[in-house]
């Protein structure tokens, strides 16, 4: 970008909310459900081998999900956003009779046959994977706590990857027990929930051109994370 480009951008008028909300959900162009190993998954391409490795490496990302929240809230001044966010520890951690989403997990992982020792032992993780996951981490420890939550927003795009599992698994993969896909049931409508929340924060910070394109630099920051981790497990599951 050369000097005179950069001067148009910082001078360029803020985008109302619409449009500012297209930018940010055409984004979704990028997202990891079109990486190739996705798209093979989805064809019901993968062997036995490739699912296990996917589902043992994603459960490294299951599990700091609910630290990566707790970062956030760490750093929030303000309590009624304290309060709404809290919910996404617990969908994940669960609470009383919830068992919540990292449990959910591990369940899938015994329906492809990873026992609960193996999974949680996290020695299926590969250096890729368990580098991406930590940067995302780090990235919201260290941000302002409006940039961690603009970062959440690929959530956006996760209800169409889960609905694809769950109807092209039982089809393509029946050797996994269908009771262990309930992750990808209960993440559709926690997620849908969740984007209304998170949206609702960028729109109201992000209100510059500079904040606007800002926000969409870290957006693709965590679409290139989770891009990131798909390169790596498909690397190590050929």
């Known amino acids: 970008m050369n000097a005179n480009t950069k001067e148009a951008t ?5 985008w109302d909310r619409t449009e500012f ?3 940010l959900r055409a984004k979704g162009a990028g997202y990891h459900i079109h990486h190739p190993f996705n798209v ?9 081998e490739q699912i296990r490795g996917w589902v043992a490496n994603r459960f490294y990302y299951q599990i700091i999900i609910p630290q990566k929240d707790g970062a956030i809230i760490s750093n929030c001044d303000d309590r009624e956003t304290r309060r ?12 009383e009779d919830n068992e919540g989403g990292i449990e959910a997990w591990t369940a899938l992982g015994k329906a492809v046959g990873i026992s609960r020792e193996d999974l949680w032992s996290l020695k299926f993780v590969v250096p890729g994977v368990r580098f991406a996951v930590d940067a995302y ?12 939550v603009c970062s959440s927003l690929t959530e956006m795009f996760a209800p169409k990857i889960h609905k694809d599992r769950l109807a092209n698994w039982p089809q393509h993969y029946p050797w996994i027990e269908t009771t262990g896909l309930q992750y990808f049931r209960s993440r559709i409508s926690l ?12 729109l109201d910070h992000f209100t510059t051109r500079v904040q606007q394109d800002r926000a ?20 190590a599951y050929p």
């Open 10 to 14: 910082a001078v360029a008028a803020p």
């Open 21 to 23: 909300e297209a930018q």
């Open 40 to 48: 093979k998954m989805t064809n019901g391409e993968l062997t036995h």
């Open 84 to 95: 709404k966010w809290v919910l996404r520890i617990l969908d994940h951690d669960g609470w």
């Open 137 to 148: 981490l780090n990235f919201a420890r260290r941000s302002p706590w409006q940039e961690a």
């Open 191 to 202: 997620a849908e929930r969740d984007v209304e929340h998170g949206l609702a924060v960028t």
């Open 216 to 235: 969409l630099d870290i957006l693709q920051l965590k679409l290139d994370i989770l891009w990131s981790m798909l390169d790596a497990i498909d690397k």
